[in-house]
T-cell receptor, first 115, second 111 residues
């Protein structure tokens, strides 16, 4: 159990395009979902935390208007990178958990490449 | 804030040899600690977690970790490395509701 599906796995698009990434918990209800960014050969950097039905909490330095997060249901959260530029190219990973004391389960990530 | 430090960014072992990955934590309260593994171009997979129930925690794929409060450590071990263990390993501590990750340790396995 505890499967998290992330889609798409890879996106290549032109500069200025907006890109939406979906994160779904397939077999459990996720009270909280997290979005991370990972640069090559580096650890995961938390971008934001989203709780179902409420606004996301962004980490310091993460632009809220650039990275729009929606958590409309207990099984789906989306990250939209608006007007993406080459510097937004990265590996984005989502995670989800059932409750506060439960471990996070991760999606397989999305490789975003902006040309 | 709670944090973890992984000692050694790269570990190389021979197939069949012991795998030892080091992680030290900094926490003012009993921590929740985790080890995750990441294969290339994939997300993270939970190997094991410590939540104060037992100091020796057994995980998947033959891995285990021991929580040592006196040493503030949570090192990950596997008695006999397999080629499929080649991956990136992250130690993490739960700080309030968030995970704080170490820098990661890359494991390579020599035939």
């Amino acid at each position: 159990g505890a499967v998290v599906s992330q889609h798409p796995s890879r996106v290549i698009c032109k500069s200025g395009t907006s890109v939406k990434i979906e994160c779904r918990s397939l077999d459990f209800q996720a009270t909280t979902m997290f979005w991370y960014r990972q640069f090559p050969k580096q650890s995961l950097m938390l971008m934001a935390t989203s709780n179902e039905g409420s606004k996301a909490t962004y980490e310091q330095g993460v632009e809220k208007d650039k990275f729009l997060i929606n958590h409309a249901s207990l099984t789906l959260s989306t990250l939209t990178v608006t007007s993406a530029h080459p510097e937004d190219s990265s590996f984005y990973i989502c995670s989800a958990r059932r409750g506060r004391d439960q471990p996070q389960h991760f999606g397989d990530g999305t490789r975003l490449s902006i040309l | 804030a709670q944090s973890v430090t992984q000692l050694g960014s790269h570990v190389s072992v021979s197939e069949g040899a012991l795998v030892l990955l080091r992680c030290n934590y900094s926490s003012s309260v009993p921590p929740y600690l985790f080890w995750y593994v990441q294969y290339p171009n994939q997300g993270l997979q939970l190997l094991l977690k410590y939540t104060s129930a037992a100091t020796l925690v057994k995980g998947i794929n033959g891995f285990e970790a021991e929580f040592k409060k006196s040493e503030t450590s949570f090192h990950l071990t596997k008695p006999s490395a397999h080629m499929s263990d080649a991956a990136e390993y992250f130690c993490a501590v739960q700080d309030d509701y968030k995970l704080s990750f170490g820098a990661g340790t890359t494991v390579t396995v020599r035939a």
